[in-house]
């Protein structure tokens, strides 16, 4: 327990460290919902009807741009083959990294994620349910894209094959994160999608660090 | 603690480690090559005779019914190529043996090409019939997913110059991905959708008339048999371009 709080301790002080890295992943976030009043037009009711996909494909995709920092920095200076050979089984060592890029990218993320919903002219009812499907999706993004990040490590223009590797994943999570919200702003309830979204974290909590860790295992010999 | 089904596990597995060297297998792949293609060739032309001709036409849908023994038996043989592409993923990882990686890297393309003849002929299908080339309902969206899912796993093995690595990289991806198969299999009883509920294989039987059921059959056995004679071939295929890239290596390396 010691050496998985030691690993989120350091991967937290790193994030931070590296402040504009995790700011640039919201900056992303931002600047790629800014383009679509700009591209569909900036009619507040087509913005509304498509605000919550929006939210969910630029989530995505800010995700997806930051997975490089999981592993790869650890694995090019040789820290991640410290680890490796230290007390803590690489399965936690990833749970604990998840964890910490779950707080310094999915968590802002989620903050960030209110206010351009209202600039989307997301109606406000709506909001509640964004936070929780969101709060719940991010740590699934997290945990399949360590998964892809473990398994391009070292591998020539592992960026383009990260994403063919992750994004088909991520579909399932966007198909319920955006089902959340459109079925609470109509009235009916988001509780079944919540659930499906729920159903999703646990098992790829435990399978996700298994197989990531399998990957570093691989990439570490 | 029954030893019973142990021994059995154990008695198949080493008769599976006799077929797993190299040389026996290429010589097996000989000699079961021509009945297969033989197979094949006989089961596309009865299958085909049936079902464009001898089978009767939809009450309904008149001729275009006839794009199900095209459509049908692809997307059966694009779930089971996966099926086994992660079983032999599997048994590599297990048991580190080469053949298996290699068999499921053979078996990729196949199956993605399944998955694409799945994709395209429904697309046509569902044009007369549904009104649409496309619809995003929960079976063809996770059709789609496995058809990225193949192709993530071939790039994967290109990504690496070390076959060993490359092939445990794989296999890893292989298995993650099957999560996505019950999904599709599924996905028409989860979810209220366009596409129509299982209707050949059913605890109460096939609800398809026999007169369709033949042909439809008679297909999958075409494309099962085509599977495996393709499979055999780029299996030898591998299997050679592995020696000689291993034979390359030592005349390079005095």
């Known amino acids: 327990m010691r050496a998985f709080l030691a690993i989120l301790r350091r991967d937290m002080a790193v994030a931070l460290a590296q402040g504009a890295a995790t700011l640039l992943s919201v900056a992303f976030f931002v600047v790629t919902i800014t383009l679509f009043p700009l591209g569909v037009g900036p009619d507040p009711a087509t913005l509304a009807r498509i605000s919550s996909g929006v939210l969910w494909v630029a989530a995505l995709l ?55 919903a209202l600039l ?34 070292g591998v020539r223009r592992g960026g383009v094959l990260l994403s063919l590797i992750v994004l088909p994943l991520y579909i399932p999570v966007l198909i319920f994160g955006v089902a959340a919200v459109d079925a609470s702003i109509s009235g009916l309830g988001a509780r079944p999608h919540l659930l499906i979204l729920a159903a999703m974290l646990a098992p790829s909590l435990v399978l996700a660090p298994l197989a990531a860790g399998a990957s570093i295992r691989l990439a570490l010999e | 603690m029954s030893g019973l089904p142990w021994a059995a596990l154990a008695a198949t597995s080493s008769a599976m480690h006799r077929f797993a060297n190299p040389t026996v297998a290429l010589r097996l792949a000989d000699r079961l090559m021509p009945w297969s293609a033989s197979l094949c060739a006989g089961l596309f032309v009865v299958g085909l005779y049936y079902a464009l001709v001898a089978s009767p ?43 298996a990686d290699l068999s499921a890297k053979a078996a990729a393309p196949i199956g993605a090409g399944f998955t694409l003849i799945c994709l395209v002929t429904g697309a046509l299908w569902g044009q007369p019939t549904w009104g649409t080339w496309w619809v995003w309902d929960a079976r063809l969206t996770s059709v789609l997913i496995l058809f990225f899912l193949y192709l993530g796993y071939m790039a994967l093995w290109q990504a690496y110059d070390d076959p060993g690595r490359a092939a445990r990289a794989a296999a890893i991806l292989a298995l993650v991905g099957v999560v996505n198969l019950p999904v599709i299999k ?42 495996v004679t393709v499979l055999i071939y780029r299996l030898k295929a591998e299997i050679l371009a592995r020696r000689a890239s291993v034979l390359r290596r030592a005349r390079a390396e005095p």
């Open chain 1, 120 to 153: 989307l002219n997301m109606p406000v009812s709506g909001l509640p349910v964004l936070l929780l499907a969101m709060a719940l999706g991010t740590p699934i993004l997290s945990l399949i894209g360590a998964i892809g990040a473990a398994l391009t490590l």
């Open chain 2, 57 to 99: 036409i939809d009450y309904q849908q008149r001729d275009t019914v006839r794009i199900m023994y095209v459509h049908v038996p692809a997307a059966w043989m694009a779930l089971g190529v996966y099926a086994m592409m992660a079983t032999a993923s599997a048994v590599g990882l297990v048991w580190k043996h080469p053949l």
């Open chain 2, 186 to 227: 599924f996905s028409v009883d989860w979810w209220n959708t366009l596409h129509q509920p299982a209707s050949v294989f059913t605890l109460q039987g096939p609800k398809i008339d026999p007169s369709m059921l033949k042909p439809l059959m008679l297909m999958a056995g075409a494309y099962l048999a085509f599977f």
């Open chain 1, 62 to 116: 800010s995700v997806l741009l930051s997975l490089d920092r999981l592993f790869q920095a650890d694995h090019e200076d040789g820290s991640l083959e410290q680890i490796g050979l230290g007390p803590l089984p690489l399965e936690l060592v990833v749970l604990a990294k998840v964890l910490a890029h779950w707080l310094s990218t999915g968590l802002p993320l989620i903050l960030a994620a209110p206010v351009l």
